[in-house]
Protein backbone atom coordinates (compact mmCIF):
# COMPACT_ATOMS: atom_id res chain seq x y z
CA UNK A 1 0.00 0.00 0.00
CA UNK A 2 1.47 3.48 -0.87
CA UNK A 3 2.66 5.54 1.83
CA UNK A 4 4.10 8.90 3.47
CA UNK A 5 5.58 8.01 6.65
CA UNK A 6 6.47 11.28 8.97
CA UNK A 7 8.90 11.89 11.68
CA UNK A 8 7.68 11.79 15.14
CA UNK A 9 6.58 15.15 17.04
CA UNK A 10 8.50 17.96 17.76
CA UNK A 11 9.12 20.75 20.38
CA UNK A 12 10.90 24.00 19.73
CA UNK A 13 11.66 27.50 21.23
CA UNK A 14 10.63 30.33 19.65
CA UNK A 15 13.38 31.58 17.52
CA UNK A 16 14.55 28.12 16.37
CA UNK A 17 13.77 25.91 13.26
CA UNK A 18 12.33 22.78 13.03
CA UNK A 19 13.12 20.21 9.86
CA UNK A 20 10.14 17.17 9.25
CA UNK A 21 10.32 14.83 7.39
CA UNK A 22 8.20 12.35 4.94
CA UNK A 23 9.54 8.92 3.72
CA UNK A 24 7.89 7.32 0.48
CA UNK A 25 7.28 3.84 -0.14
CA UNK A 26 5.30 1.25 -2.68
CA UNK A 27 5.45 3.90 -5.33
CA UNK A 28 8.26 5.57 -7.82
CA UNK A 29 8.84 8.52 -5.54
CA UNK A 30 10.44 10.35 -8.47
CA UNK A 31 7.20 10.76 -10.26
CA UNK A 32 5.03 12.12 -8.09
CA UNK A 33 4.72 16.11 -6.94
CA UNK A 34 4.75 16.43 -2.73
CA UNK A 35 2.96 19.17 -1.02
CA UNK A 36 3.07 20.20 2.61
CA UNK A 37 0.01 21.30 4.23
CA UNK A 38 -0.50 22.57 8.08
CA UNK A 39 -3.10 22.87 10.56
CA UNK A 40 -3.25 24.88 13.46
CA UNK A 41 -4.81 23.56 16.28
CA UNK A 42 -9.11 23.71 15.77
CA UNK A 43 -8.29 25.40 12.26
CA UNK A 44 -8.34 24.61 8.89
CA UNK A 45 -5.66 23.57 6.35
CA UNK A 46 -3.23 25.68 4.90
CA UNK A 47 -1.13 24.82 1.64
CA UNK A 48 2.57 25.52 2.49
CA UNK A 49 4.47 25.07 -0.86
CA UNK A 50 5.22 21.94 -3.58
CA UNK A 51 8.26 20.45 -4.62
CA UNK A 52 8.99 18.34 -7.39
CA UNK A 53 11.70 15.40 -6.23
CA UNK A 54 13.60 14.83 -8.68
CA UNK A 55 15.57 18.04 -9.15
CA UNK A 56 14.56 19.83 -5.93
CA UNK A 57 12.43 22.21 -7.88
CA UNK A 58 9.95 24.58 -5.30
CA UNK A 59 7.08 26.68 -4.80
CA UNK A 60 5.93 28.17 -1.54
CA UNK A 61 2.86 30.07 -0.76
CA UNK A 62 3.58 33.70 -0.28
CA UNK A 63 2.77 33.56 3.59
CA UNK A 64 5.81 31.12 4.08
CA UNK A 65 8.64 32.79 1.65
CA UNK A 66 11.99 33.62 3.48
CA UNK A 67 10.91 30.83 6.34
CA UNK A 68 10.41 27.78 4.56
CA UNK A 69 12.81 25.26 3.02
CA UNK A 70 11.68 22.24 1.08
CA UNK A 71 13.95 19.97 -0.34
CA UNK A 72 14.54 15.85 -0.96
CA UNK A 73 16.82 13.25 -0.90
CA UNK A 74 15.85 10.53 -3.78
CA UNK A 75 18.54 7.68 -2.30
CA UNK A 76 15.79 7.36 0.60
CA UNK A 77 12.89 8.46 -1.10
CA UNK A 78 12.09 11.15 1.49
CA UNK A 79 11.05 14.59 2.01
CA UNK A 80 11.79 17.28 4.17
CA UNK A 81 10.05 20.79 5.26
CA UNK A 82 12.32 23.31 7.16
CA UNK A 83 10.38 26.11 8.97
CA UNK A 84 12.65 28.76 10.68
CA UNK A 85 12.36 31.62 13.25
CA UNK A 86 9.41 29.81 14.74
CA UNK A 87 6.62 31.54 17.07
CA UNK A 88 3.85 29.98 19.06
CA UNK A 89 1.36 30.52 15.47
CA UNK A 90 3.62 28.06 13.86
CA UNK A 91 1.98 25.52 16.85
CA UNK A 92 0.83 22.78 14.21
CA UNK A 93 0.42 19.32 12.22
CA UNK A 94 2.40 19.24 9.60
CA UNK A 95 1.37 16.97 7.12
CA UNK A 96 2.87 15.86 3.81
CA UNK A 97 0.70 14.83 1.12
CA UNK A 98 1.22 13.56 -2.37
CA UNK A 99 0.40 15.74 -5.94
CA UNK A 100 -0.17 15.02 -9.73
CA UNK A 101 2.28 12.22 -11.56
CA UNK A 102 4.94 15.01 -12.92
CA UNK A 103 4.90 17.12 -14.59
CA UNK A 104 0.90 18.16 -13.89
CA UNK A 105 0.00 20.44 -11.53
CA UNK A 106 -3.73 20.35 -11.55
CA UNK A 107 -4.27 17.23 -9.28
CA UNK A 108 -6.07 16.78 -5.43
CA UNK A 109 -3.56 14.86 -3.13
CA UNK A 110 -4.72 11.17 -2.65
CA UNK A 111 -2.16 10.21 -0.32
CA UNK A 112 -1.38 11.61 3.07
CA UNK A 113 1.12 11.22 5.47
CA UNK A 114 0.14 10.79 9.49
CA UNK A 115 1.00 14.27 10.60
CA UNK A 116 3.92 15.33 12.57
CA UNK A 117 2.95 18.22 15.31
CA UNK A 118 5.06 20.82 16.09
CA UNK A 119 4.67 22.59 19.34
CA UNK A 120 6.07 26.21 19.53
CA UNK A 121 6.89 27.13 23.23
CA UNK A 122 9.02 28.27 25.58
CA UNK B 1 -5.24 34.55 -4.80
CA UNK B 2 -8.22 32.43 -5.30
CA UNK B 3 -10.97 32.21 -2.32
CA UNK B 4 -12.72 29.35 -1.00
CA UNK B 5 -15.79 29.71 0.93
CA UNK B 6 -17.63 26.73 2.43
CA UNK B 7 -21.16 27.05 3.61
CA UNK B 8 -22.47 26.19 5.98
CA UNK B 9 -19.68 26.17 8.71
CA UNK B 10 -21.33 23.24 10.78
CA UNK B 11 -24.63 21.72 9.67
CA UNK B 12 -26.75 19.30 12.21
CA UNK B 13 -28.08 16.08 10.72
CA UNK B 14 -29.42 12.82 11.87
CA UNK B 15 -28.38 9.25 10.10
CA UNK B 16 -30.12 8.58 6.65
CA UNK B 17 -30.24 12.48 5.76
CA UNK B 18 -29.60 14.09 2.60
CA UNK B 19 -26.97 16.63 3.02
CA UNK B 20 -25.41 18.85 0.74
CA UNK B 21 -22.56 21.40 1.28
CA UNK B 22 -21.63 24.31 -0.93
CA UNK B 23 -18.31 25.37 -2.02
CA UNK B 24 -17.72 28.90 -3.28
CA UNK B 25 -14.67 29.99 -5.63
CA UNK B 26 -13.55 33.95 -5.42
CA UNK B 27 -13.14 33.30 -9.53
CA UNK B 28 -13.07 30.67 -12.04
CA UNK B 29 -11.64 26.96 -11.44
CA UNK B 30 -12.90 24.89 -14.17
CA UNK B 31 -13.23 21.70 -12.16
CA UNK B 32 -10.73 21.81 -10.40
CA UNK B 33 -11.86 21.09 -7.25
CA UNK B 34 -11.29 18.37 -4.71
CA UNK B 35 -13.24 17.34 -1.58
CA UNK B 36 -11.48 16.08 1.60
CA UNK B 37 -13.07 14.28 4.85
CA UNK B 38 -11.18 14.69 7.94
CA UNK B 39 -11.72 12.80 11.18
CA UNK B 40 -10.22 13.94 14.49
CA UNK B 41 -6.58 13.15 14.96
CA UNK B 42 -6.47 11.90 11.18
CA UNK B 43 -4.83 13.12 7.97
CA UNK B 44 -7.97 14.32 5.48
CA UNK B 45 -8.81 12.04 2.83
CA UNK B 46 -9.72 12.10 -0.46
CA UNK B 47 -13.46 11.78 -1.52
CA UNK B 48 -13.82 13.61 -5.09
CA UNK B 49 -11.46 15.21 -7.46
CA UNK B 50 -12.07 17.14 -10.62
CA UNK B 51 -15.50 18.79 -9.06
CA UNK B 52 -17.43 15.26 -9.68
CA UNK B 53 -15.09 12.20 -10.05
CA UNK B 54 -15.36 9.35 -7.34
CA UNK B 55 -11.79 8.70 -5.73
CA UNK B 56 -11.42 5.19 -5.46
CA UNK B 57 -12.72 2.96 -2.57
CA UNK B 58 -15.06 5.83 -1.62
CA UNK B 59 -18.99 4.66 -1.08
CA UNK B 60 -20.92 6.03 -3.84
CA UNK B 61 -23.28 8.17 -1.68
CA UNK B 62 -20.95 10.73 -1.85
CA UNK B 63 -21.48 12.59 -5.04
CA UNK B 64 -19.41 16.26 -6.24
CA UNK B 65 -20.92 18.16 -8.56
CA UNK B 66 -20.46 21.95 -10.42
CA UNK B 67 -17.81 24.08 -12.66
CA UNK B 68 -16.79 27.81 -12.72
CA UNK B 69 -17.33 28.77 -9.24
CA UNK B 70 -20.17 26.93 -7.89
CA UNK B 71 -19.35 23.27 -6.45
CA UNK B 72 -21.43 21.10 -3.77
CA UNK B 73 -20.84 18.24 -1.78
CA UNK B 74 -23.60 15.73 -1.87
CA UNK B 75 -23.91 12.63 0.55
CA UNK B 76 -27.15 10.60 -0.38
CA UNK B 77 -27.84 9.09 3.20
CA UNK B 78 -25.92 10.03 5.85
CA UNK B 79 -24.11 7.32 7.38
CA UNK B 80 -22.48 6.87 11.06
CA UNK B 81 -19.30 7.09 9.78
CA UNK B 82 -19.60 10.26 7.91
CA UNK B 83 -19.62 12.31 11.27
CA UNK B 84 -16.32 14.74 10.27
CA UNK B 85 -15.57 18.01 8.54
CA UNK B 86 -15.25 18.16 5.49
CA UNK B 87 -13.23 20.58 3.22
CA UNK B 88 -13.26 21.75 -0.50
CA UNK B 89 -9.94 22.63 -2.25
CA UNK B 90 -9.10 24.51 -5.74
CA UNK B 91 -5.72 23.58 -7.61
CA UNK B 92 -6.99 25.63 -10.73
CA UNK B 93 -3.79 28.34 -9.52
CA UNK B 94 -1.71 26.96 -7.05
CA UNK B 95 -3.68 24.89 -3.88
CA UNK B 96 -6.04 26.34 -1.14
CA UNK B 97 -8.66 25.24 0.99
CA UNK B 98 -12.22 25.92 1.78
CA UNK B 99 -12.46 26.67 5.69
CA UNK B 100 -13.81 23.59 6.29
CA UNK B 101 -17.59 22.86 7.22
CA UNK B 102 -18.02 20.49 10.40
CA UNK B 103 -21.12 17.69 10.05
CA UNK B 104 -21.99 16.71 13.73
CA UNK B 105 -24.93 14.87 14.91
CA UNK B 106 -28.70 16.16 15.15
Known amino acids: QVQLVQSGADVRKPGASVKVSCRSS????????IHWVRQAPGQGLDWMGI????????SYAQKFQGRVTMTSDTSTSTVYMELSSLRSEDTAVYYC???????????????WGQGTMVTVSS | DIQMTQSPSTLSASVGDRVTITCRAS??????LAWYQQKPGKAPKLLIY???SLESGVPSRFSGSGSGTEFTLTISSLQPDDFATYYC????????FGQGTKVEIK
Open chain 1, 97 to 111: ARGGIIPNLHEAFDV
Open chain 1, 26 to 33: RYTFTTYY
Open chain 1, 51 to 58: INPTGGST
Open chain 2, 27 to 32: QSISSW
Open chain 2, 50 to 52: KAS
Open chain 2, 89 to 96: QQYNSYWR
